[in-house]
C-alpha cells in the first residue's frame, strides 16, 4: 500500500452533485460499541451540515452471532445519545430493508451479474484443502491468500456441480495484474497493487453474503455518497473499489476516521478500556457529555475549546479539522467532562436526570433530592456517585462509638465523657438557634466554632465528631450545610442518637 499527503486542496467533494447521505452500520452481535457511537457521531454530522440524510443498516449476515436484542440495544444506545437517523429498521425509509438479512434476494441478483460478466467465480474448495494451502504458504513464507485453483472452472461445469448439491462460494476474480487506486478523504491517494489483493469470497455457502459484497450493493443501492468508517477497513477499500468497477457503478467518497485507541496505543478493547455504550449509560455518564469526548477524540474546533454541543459540532463541521493521528480514550478525561456538565445543570435539571435514568438513591424523594443536590453536584462526576455520596441522608449511619472520639496519632484527645458532654452542648446551642433565628448553615458553624473555643476542644476536632455524628463518615458534603438539608428534626435525632452511642 502507498499512501500519499492528505487531500486538504479545497472543498469540492467527488460526490458534490448529488445530495449527501452517509450511513453507519454496526452488527449486532454483542454490546453496542462506544466506536459505533464514534462513527455515527461524525456521519451524523457531515449529513447534518450538507443537509443530507443519515442512515442506519444493520450488518445481521453473521447468523450465528447476530441477536434482536443486541440489535433493539443498538437503537436505544443511538437514540440515547441524540444520534438520531433518518432512515433504519425502526425508522424506516424508501431504501429498505435495512437489515442485510433481509436482502438475501438482493445480493444473490447482484452477484450473478458479477458471474454473467466473468467478474465472479464459483469455488469449490473445501476448508481442509483451503487450510493445506495456507499452511504451504506459511512453510514458504509467502503470502497468505487463495491461489485461484478453482478460477479456471469451466461455468457450465461449474453451475452442474452447483445443481448436483456440491458446497460452494462465489470469489471475485481480482485482477492479477496493475494497481487499484482510490482516494481517502483524510488521507489522500492510497494505492494497492492488485498482487496483494485475494479473490475475496462475495458469497458464502449458506447462500449469506460477506461484509465486502453487501457493503457494497447496499451502499449503491442505497445511494450513499460518503462512507465513513474506521481506518482498519483501508485494506478491504481496494476490494470494494474493485467491485464498483465490475459492476459498473460509481464509487463513493471515502473517509477512513482513525481508531481509538488505548493508552498503550493499541486499539480500544474491553480488557483495558470499556467500550460498550450501556456501560457509559449505567455508570451515569451524561448523553451531550459522551458526545463531546467523541468528538475531541478525533476533531477540534476552531477556537480550540474543548466544551461544545452537537449542534455546534454540527455548524462548524469541516473533515479538515478531523487528526488522522490515533486518539487516545482516557476515561478520566470523560470523568472530568462530565463533572463539568453536571455541575452545569439547574438543580431540577440534575434532580430530574437522576429520575429519567434511575440514579434517585434509595429512600430518597425527589424533593429532598433537590434540597441535597447543592451539596453533591459540585462533586459528582457520574450520576452513579449520587447514592453513595448521600447515602447517609437517607439511611441509618453505621459507626462505632469510637469514631466520635477526635483522636491524634490513634491516641483519642478527648474522652467519651467530654465528647458527651459537648454534644449535649451542641445540642442546647443548636436548639437555642432553631428557636430564635434561621436554621442556617452560617450560625451553626458559628455557634458551635464559639463553644469549641470557649472550652479546651479544638474547632476542627469538634467539626470532626459533629461529622461523624451527623454524616456516619469522616469525608462528606459541607457539614453545616448537610445538616440545613436534613433539617432541625432529623439533626437534633443524630445528635442524640451520638450521645446515646457515648453513654
Known sequence: MEQAGRDDGGSQLSNQERPVRVRVAPSPTGDPHVGTAYIALFNMCFARKMGGQFIL????????????????????????????????????????????SERSAIYAREVKKLLDSGHAYYCFCTAERLA?????????????????????????????????GEPFVIRLAVPATGETTFRDRLRGEIKFDNSTIDDQVLLKSDGLPTYHLASVVDDHLMEITHVCRAEEWITSTP????????????APEFIHM????????????????????????????????????LG????????????????????????????TTGPVFDLEKLDWLNGTYIR???????????????????????EKMLAAAPLVQERTKRL???????AFLWQELPYEP??????????????????????EQVRTVFSEIAATQTWSAAALEQSARTLAESGDWKPTELFMTLRIAITGRPVSTPLFETMVVLGLEEAMKRLDHAIAKLE
Open 57 to 100: 443498516r444493520i450488518e445481521d449476515t453473521d447468523q450465528a452471532r447476530s441477536t434482536p436484542e443486541s440489535e433493539a440495544a443498538i437503537f436505544r444506545a443511538l437514540h440515547w445519545l441524540g444520534l438520531d437517523y433518518d432512515e433504519g429498521p425502526d425508522a424506516g425509509g424508501p431504501h429498505g430493508p435495512y437489515r442485510q
Open 132 to 164: 493445506q494451502v495456507k499452511e504451504a504458504q506459511k512453510a514458504a513464507k509467502g503470502q497468505l491468500r487463495y491461489d485461484g485453483h478453482c478460477r479456471p472452472l469451466d461455468r457450465a461445469e461449474a453451475e452442474r456441480r452447483v445443481a448436483a
Open 239 to 250: 476490494k470494494h473499489v474493485l467491485l464498483y468497477d465490475a459492476f459498473g457503478w460509481t
Open 258 to 293: 482513525p481508531l481509538l485507541r488505548n493508552a498503550d496505543r493499541s486499539k480500544i478493547s474491553k480488557r483495558k478500556n470499556p467500550t460498550s455504550l450501556d456501560w457509559y449509560r449505567s455508570q451515569g455518564f451524561l448523553p451531550e457529555a459522551l458526545l463531546n469526548f
Open 296 to 323: 475531541l477524540l478525533g476533531y477540534s474546533m476552531p477556537d480550540g475549546r474543548e466544551q461544545f454541543t452537537l449542534a455546534e459540532m454540527i455548524d462548524e463541521f469541516s473533515w479538515d479539522r478531523v487528526n
Open 344 to 366: 452545569a445543570l439547574s438543580p431540577e435539571t440534575f434532580v430530574a436526570r437522576l429520575q429519567a435514568e434511575n440514579f434517585l438513591p434509595v429512600g430518597a424523594t425527589p
Open 384 to 390: 452513579s456517585e449520587v447514592a453513595d455520596l448521600t
Open 402 to 423: 469510637s469514631a466520635l472520639l477526635p483522636a491524634k496519632k490513634g491516641q483519642p484527645l478527648h474522652t467519651a465523657a467530654e465528647t458527651r458532654q459537648i454534644l
